[in-house]
Every structure is written in C-alpha cells, then in structure tokens.
C-alpha cells in the first residue's frame, strides 16, 4: 500500500475511478476521444457541452460510452447558447455525473440532476456560494483559482483552499488552477482535497484533438504569457477569460479603448459598445482549437502553461503525476518523521 492509497480514498469512492485525477471539461478540446483516454487509463475525465449544439453533445456522450465503460462526467456551462437544450440531452441520456460550471446553477437544475440518479458537481468561488452549492445538493465542489485557463474567477487558489476547503468537511472538494506537476498534487491532497483537476497539460495530450500550431504554442510558453483579458473602464464589463497573448488580445484592447473614446465623446449608446465587446471573442477558441489559428483565436490557457513543455500521452500523464504524488508524500513523511 502506498501513502497515497490513504488520501486518494474518499476521491476514489466519489468518482469511482482509479485516480482522482480529473481533466477539466474544456470545450472544443474534452472530447468523447481525450475523456474516454482519461478514463481507460484510470483517470476521470469531464466532457465539454461547451458551445456545442445539443445534438454534437448527445453524440460525444454515445461516443465516449462506446470508447470507455468506465466513468465519466457532462460539464455543461449555464451560461452557453444551448444550455436548456443540453440539459433536455442530459435527461435523456442520465450521465453518472454532471458538472455545473460557468455560472451557479438553481436548485430545481441540481435537483432534475439528482432525479435522475446523477452525481452533482458544482464550482464555487466563494464559501457562501459553496454552502448555496451544499443546501441545493451539490455532492461535490470544484474549487478553480484564478491561475487556470479558460473563465476565470478573481481569486487565487491558494485563497480559496482556505477560504472553502478548510471549512467545507461535508463533501469531497476538487481543486484546480495551476496545477501541473505530482508534486504539487502531492500538497493538495495533503491539504484535504479530494483530487485536483487539471485543463492545461491534458490540452497538449497526444489525445487531445487541439490543432498541432495550439499545441506548439502552449509547449514554448511561459507562466507569465497566460494572462487574464483586461477590462479598462466598468461601463464595459469583460467576462474574464486567462488565454495566450497574442494579436486578437492586443486587438482587443484597442477595441475597448476605441469605444470608450467613443461612449465618452456620446457616439455611440452603451448598449452597442457592449455587444461589439462581446462579439469580439465569437468563435475565437474554436479557431485556434480546430484551426489552429493562433493569431487571432483564443488561446485559453492556464499560468500552469509554463509548467508544460512537451506533448505526452494521457496515460504517461496520470503515471507521472501518481508517481510525482507518492514520492513527495514520501518525502513528507520523512521529513515529518526523520526516525521512521
Ligand atoms: C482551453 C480551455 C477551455 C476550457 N473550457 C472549460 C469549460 O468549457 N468548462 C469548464 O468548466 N472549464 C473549462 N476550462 C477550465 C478547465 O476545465 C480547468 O478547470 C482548468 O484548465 C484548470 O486549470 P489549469 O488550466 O491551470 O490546469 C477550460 C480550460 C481551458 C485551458
């Protein structure tokens, strides 16, 4: 038995898997051919609804139950075009685990869930929301600092662990953002999470279907290159999102700037300025995912990017961040208990 075996457990039971290791729904890239891969090697994947029309989700479902008996979870976002579509798929189809992200979903949207048979596994950002979360049904948290990829929330994960994860025993936290290395994972189970989710170096698996110049860009990244979109004045609200820098960032800038110099010179109504921010970034991860057009799409990606230099397969993966996991416990304890 390893030390790991100890912690792992309550993970372990609530997912069903071998590794309570989950890779984050990540839309266009968690696909039924990444989750199905993280789950044949013991892992526990999340496929992405995303953006995707209602029938593309029901398809991925079927294909990933074809690819992998094992578990695995539907991350639906509450705040994508078709979400009451997928919902409708969901019922149809009763995944073993549903995840809520994007926004906070209401209690009747956990309650069909739980109706269903399904686990229920909702993020929370703040110890209110996750005690909302717990009184609505929730059966587990995913907690997501503001290092990670993709939306993001204003609080770094470090914050959060003591924020939610120190004073929430009741259900099994998941923590992600920033996470890259066994090492670390190591700390994080140490800390009392019930596993750790990762999006950023399951984006450049062999499985993952994101375009090769996606991938080139992420391995020569650095930390500092995934930053978070900028908002510049509060009457043009941003929804953050941590990406790349590149072109299309810098292009946005200029184009938040250009009508702010326009709202203030009463050009142009708030309501216009708005739309034109939000249409900005339309299709923009999909470019960069499917196209590989890296310039112009949204490169969503973590500040663990720096911790990513190569492609590798997801089972080499999930091995590597087992035994990085086991030898740091190790080291622990004998740092714990030099006479042991
Ligand atoms: C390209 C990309 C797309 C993402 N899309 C989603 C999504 O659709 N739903 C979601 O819950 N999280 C999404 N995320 C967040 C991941 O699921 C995960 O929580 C995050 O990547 C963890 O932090 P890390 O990037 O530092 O590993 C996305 C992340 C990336 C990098």
Request: net charge negative.
């Amino acid at each position: 038995m390893q030390i790991s075996d100890r912690y792992f457990a309550r993970g372990r039971e609530f997912l069903g898997v071998e590794t309570p290791i989950l890779c984050g729904g990540m839309t266009w890239i968690s696909n039924a051919q990444l989750v199905s891969a993280v789950a044949n090697a013991g892992g526990f994947g999340c496929l992405a609804g995303g953006n995707s029309p209602a029938a593309i989700l029901e398809a991925e479902i079927l294909k990933t139950r074809e690819l992998t008996d094992r578990p695995f979870a539907v991350n639906l976002v509450t705040i994508a075009p078709a979400f009451e579509e997928q919902l409708e798929v969901v019922c149809k189809l009763r995944p073993q685990y549903v995840v809520f992200a994007g926004s906070f979903p209401n209690a009747r949207q956990v309650e069909m869930m739980k109706e269903l048979g399904a686990k229920v596994l909702c993020f929370a950002s703040t110890l209110s929301i996750a005690q909302r979360m717990i009184r609505y049904g929730a059966d587990a948290l995913v907690l997501e600092g503001m290092e990670a990829g993709g939306h993001v929330g204003h609080v770094s994960l470090t914050v959060l662990l003591q924020q939610v994860l120190f004073e929430v025993p009741q259900v099994p936290v998941f923590v992600a953002g920033g996470i890259a290395t066994g090492r670390m994972c190591a700390h994080m189970f140490l800390m009392g999470a019930a596993g750790v989710q990762l999006g950023t170096r399951f984006a450049v698996a062999t499985e993952s279907c994101a375009h090769a110049r996606f991938k080139e860009k992420f391995r020569k990244a650095n930390a500092r290159d995934a930053v978070s979109t900028p908002q510049f004045d509060s009457r043009l609200p941003v929804v953050a999102v941590r990406a790349l820098r590149n072109a299309g960032l810098e292009d946005f800038a200029r184009l938040q700037l250009d009508l702010i110099a326009q709202l203030d010179a009463g050009t142009i109504h708030r309501e216009a300025a708005q739309l034109e921010v939000e249409r900005f970034w339309m299709g923009a991860l999909r470019r960069a995912v499917q196209e590989g057009d890296i310039d112009k799409g949204s490169l969503m990606a973590g500040q663990s990017v720096g911790l990513v230099s190569r492609e590798e397969s997801v089972a080499d993966i999930l091995a590597d961040l087992c035994s990085g996991i086991e030898t740091e416990m190790q080291a622990v304890r004998a740092r714990l208990l030099p006479e042991a």
